[in-house]
């Protein structure tokens, strides 16, 4: 049996830890530049604010009904995962993390009796540890566990977990669920099904396989699989490497000049780079872009594609590519809304071949770049920096509603009494 533990409104529920005044109050966190809701509380949902709505078309919402919006804090939020995640590893036999607020965890070989007060200890343990609320669904397949979780979530009587374990208990909520909610069922595919007849999940659960793949893909049919009860995903503790990194911003001030523009590259540049090495994963291309405001004058918007002679995971070597991109797509006079820039071609360290035309000595480089993760790793992002990248230039997304770095900063602790 697969669980799949879901953090509740997790955005809002880690502001909520640090600020209990917000508790039972309509809250919304906000994106990049303070510019859409990407997270709702409970309350929030019920007066009609929608996902990724933005601020400006809900002013009267959020005057009328005194509605709380924050500006999105990822660092903080990231911590407060770290922290859920391990949790979940002392606790479950092996975890997988989805994302930033989901796991599936394994639990084969665990007596089906035992399966939910487990489930109900773990998130027991979660919410006195962390202070997050978390909902979970058990089902025999990953499929089917994210629709339970679902059913956790939304109804009061399940007490946050859903054991799906027979056929009548799948019945009734793959015929209650939207096809369109069906994990791996996109849009477009959505709308394809609805004018099918397959309106529902029970629908397409009822469907041949087979005659779904020749429909659609292989895919598709595993996801039609998977609702009949067969799994066809496996699971992974360790994730595979990431296929692309990106790293970009919607400025907060529009930038004109180049050397703004370099600053804000560089700084992304290093962000990436920072991934790159705690994966243990090197590229070989960064593709750099930067666009004016579609909606304000004459746009123009570029990107320029570097490829690298030896895959590298370096921040000097990645940023010196990247301004010479950037030099390339630049244009005196266009005022810059966004810029970022892309790693591909992504590969582990470990399997890197040394090219004998063009491989350099990079054991300097690679102390450096050791010395510069562990100090920013101690005392905080861009402590240790290259000259050219400046995280606090013109250019800072805004985020005037942000709350304090409650776990990552020293200066921003929360302060009692």
């Not at 089917?144 to 054991?163: D, F, H, I, R």
């Not at 892309?342 to 040394?354: A, G, N, R």
């Not at 300097?364 to 992002?381: E, F, I, P, S, V």
Request: hydrophobic share 35%; glycine share 6%.
């Amino acid at each position: 049996m697969y669980a799949l533990v879901d953090c509740n409104n997790f955005f809002v529920s880690c502001e909520r830890v640090f600020r209990p005044s917000l508790n039972n109050r309509p809250v919304i966190v906000l994106s990049s530049n303070d510019g859409c809701a990407v997270a709702r509380s409970n309350e929030a949902k019920a007066l009609g604010i929608k996902m990724g709505v933005p601020l400006f078309k809900i002013t009267d919402i959020v005057k009328k009904h005194n509605v709380e919006c924050i500006s999105g804090n990822l660092s903080f939020y990231g911590e407060m995962s770290r922290r859920v995640m391990s949790i979940l590893r002392d606790m479950a036999p092996a975890i997988e993390v989805y994302s930033v607020d989901e796991a599936f965890l394994d639990l084969s070989g665990i007596p089906e009796h035992e399966l939910k007060p487990l489930c109900q200890e773990i998130r027991k343990r979660v919410l006195k540890w962390t202070g997050i609320p978390v909902s979970i669904g058990i089902a025999p397949t990953k499929t089917l566990a994210k629709a339970s979780a679902t059913v956790a979530k939304k109804y009061e009587q399940a007490k946050g977990v859903y054991l799906m374990n027979s056929l009548q208990a799948r019945r009734s909520v793959l015929q209650r669920m939207a096809v369109g909610d069906v994990w791996g069922v996109g849009r477009k595919l959505s709308e394809r099904f609805t004018s099918m007849g397959l309106n529902t999940a029970w629908k397409l659960a009822e469907c041949d396989p087979t005659y779904i793949r020749e429909l659609t893909s292989v895919v598709t049919q595993k996801t039609v699989l998977e609702l009949q009860g067969t799994p066809c995903y496996g699971f992974s503790e360790e994730p595979e490497h990431r296929k692309q990194i990106i790293s970009s911003r919607s400025f907060g001030k529009p930038v004109t000049d180049l050397k703004g523009l370099r600053e804000a590259v560089s700084t992304f540049v290093a962000i990436a780079t920072t991934k790159l090495r705690e994966e243990n994963t090197v590229c070989q291309q960064i593709t750099v872009y930067a666009r004016t405001n579609r909606f304000k004058g004459e746009f123009y918007g570029n990107s320029t594609c570097i490829v690298l002679d030896n895959p590298t995971n370096l921040t000097g070597t990645l940023t010196k590519a990247a301004m010479q991109g950037l030099k390339d797509i630049y244009r005196t006079g266009k005022e810059f809304k966004k810029a970022g820039i892309c790693l591909s071609d992504i590969t582990p360290q470990s399997q890197v071949q040394p090219n004998l035309f063009t491989q350099v000595d990079e054991s300097k480089q690679n102390n450096l770049m050791k010395a510069l993760d562990t100090l920013n790793g101690k005392w905080g992002k861009h402590t240790l920096r290259y000259a050219t990248s400046n995280p606090n230039g013109l250019w800072k997304t805004l985020s005037e509603k942000r709350t304090q770095a409650y776990t990552s900063s020293w200066d921003e602790l929360l302060v009692v009494g």
